[in-house]
């Protein structure tokens, strides 16, 4: 089931947020805490540099907190400021400290010439990770459009939060060749990828599978799976029987049951579960092992 999709609309939103970047002070990148690597941009990395930043792992209420933890070292340790949030529920004094601190420097370089300075920051992500919930969490009422599918937002919205913040809601945005066919399966869990551009009977059968690799008591326990537990068509057909999901003659509703089990993982029904988790930290034993020449052959 290859996947590959990079709308039009993708190409003009690359140009237009490229133009507004000498505009901003700050980027807030959001990714999806559920799966931090595989909802991140590479291209952002290279169009971000020298811009203070900072990485949201958004939706942390439905990851696994400790996985979130252990995300969050990781990045520091790649010398990114990031943070947990939700954007249906967080404390939106949490994000403007963050913002103040990275805007700090422009802030008082300003003063000194006797300025009050607007902070302008960008939000920038893939399609589908709440950068218009969380502008909105940030505003305080509804003033981004907001959707539960990708392309909601499709032109740049500047948004005044304070007199001396503005806020810049940018369309999500993809890489055109999305080479890793397992973060672009993922990228469809979260609805990053339209549902009409993959099969989504396949695409449930993929996300029941790595939920037993990363949940299986959880999914077990959701879809009432039923002993032996095999993968395939066959794990889908099983959760449409642990769940009643059938036909006349007891023939499993795959077609029913695929929408179901995608919708309940996206909705957070199944509980708080990543399916990503960072490297381990090399140890400084395994370090040093690392960086020891061989020895000389006998």
Same mark, same amino acid.
């Given at each position: $089931? ?10 003009? &939103? ?18 999806? =805490?559920? $799966?931090?690597?595989?909802? /991140? ?24 907190? +400790? =996985? ?21 529920? !967080? ?99 979260? +609805? ?25 008591? &959880? =999914?077990?326990? /959701?879809?009432?799976?039923?002993? *032996? ?27 029913? !049951? ?12 199944? !509980? /708080? ?5 960072? =490297?381990? *930290? ?5 370090? &040093? ?7 000389? *052959?006998?």
């Amino acid at each position: $089931m290859p996947i590959n999709w990079y709308p039009g609309h993708m190409a003009r &939103a690359k140009r237009l947020l490229s133009e507004q970047l000498s505009r901003v002070d700050v980027a807030i990148e959001l990714c999806d =805490a559920r $799966m931090p690597r595989a909802s /991140r941009n590479p291209d952002l990395d290279a169009m971000m540099r020298g811009k203070p930043r900072i990485l949201v792992l958004n939706k942390a209420d439905l990851a696994d907190a +400790g =996985a979130t933890d252990a995300w969050l070292s990781a990045f520091r340790r790649e010398g990114l400021t990031a943070m947990a949030f939700c954007a249906t529920t !967080g404390k939106a004094k949490d994000v403007l400290a963050r913002i103040e601190r990275a805007a700090r420097e422009q802030v008082e370089r300003q003063a000194a010439r006797g300025v009050r300075k607007t902070v302008r920051v960008m939000i920038v992500g893939v399609p589908n990770v709440g950068k218009s919930t969380f502008i909105n969490r940030l505003y305080g009422g509804a003033i981004a459009r907001t959707g539960d599918r990708p392309g909601v937002t499709r032109a740049n919205q500047w948004v005044r939060v304070t007199p001396y913040l503005e806020l810049l809601d940018t369309p999500g945005l993809l890489w055109p060749r999305l080479d890793d066919q397992v973060a672009a399966r993922r990228l469809c869990y979260i +609805g990053t990828i339209r549902d009409q551009a993959v099969d989504p009977q396949m695409l449930a059968i993929h996300l029941l599978e790595d939920l037993m690799q990363t949940a299986p008591q &959880a =999914a077990a326990q /959701r879809f009432h799976l039923k002993e *032996p537990l095999e993968g395939g068509l066959a794990l889908l057909e099983n959760a449409c029987r642990g769940r009643g999901w059938l036909l006349p003659g007891g023939v499993a509703d795959t077609e029913r !049951g695929a929408a179901v089990v995608l919708d309940e993982f996206r909705a957070g029904k199944l !509980g /708080r579960m990543s399916l990503e988790r960072p =490297a381990r *930290p090399q140890t400084k034993e395994e370090t &040093a092992d690392a960086q020891e020449p061989a020895g000389t *052959p006998e």
